[in-house]
């Protein structure tokens, strides 16, 4: 009896380390972004479209839980066009910086591999959501490129409550 009743005991004791692990998700460190001399952050990720085929992705380390990505880049709009400016990013054996994806050309890099929608968050926060980029500000500004120059600039106005706008496809 007094097995049974152990038995038991132990049973019911490890129950809830077979239960599924509720899900969470961690903000995202965003990449940055200057325009006109003036820093924001970046809710996109443009560099992921320089890797493919012709570029495979490294296999970057996530520093902690707020960058799965593996590294933070920083951007800029100059005369329409948008340029890799910098880029910090962590691998295997530390961390790395432009010429580990670009090496033999110093300074910027024109990202004319981009063509897509870059949102920039704009104003106080109306909703705070504490997942990838889903923080509602007042506004975002987006920015349509196409082969890394800027063909269309829009503001949205954010209503509490209904979500980060949709970005064209």
């Excluded at 952050?41 to 799965?68: I, M, Q, V």
Aim: proline share 11%; no cysteine; net charge positive.
């Amino acid at each position: 009896m007094l097995r049974v009743l152990l038995a038991a005991v132990l049973a019911v004791s490890m129950m809830p380390a077979l239960l599924p692990a509720p899900a969470t998700a961690t903000a995202q460190f965003p990449d940055l972004i200057f325009i006109e001399g003036r820093k924001h952050e970046l809710y996109s990720n443009p560099l992921e479209k320089y890797f493919g085929p012709g570029n495979p992705r490294p296999k970057f380390r996530s520093p902690h839980t707020a960058n799965w990505r593996g590294y933070i880049a920083t951007w800029e709009i100059d005369g329409n066009m948008l340029y890799l400016k910098d880029l910090t990013a962590w691998t295997q054996t530390g961390e790395v910086g432009m010429e580990f994806l670009f090496p033999g050309q110093p300074g910027r890099v024109a990202a004319t591999w981009f063509t897509g929608t870059l949102r920039v968050p704009q104003g106080k926060v109306i909703q705070p959501v504490h997942m990838g980029y889903l923080t509602v500000h007042k506004r975002d500004l987006i920015l349509t490129i196409d082969q890394g120059r800027v063909v269309k600039q829009e503001i949205i106005h954010n209503t509490p409550g209904v979500g980060p706008p949709p970005l064209p496809r």
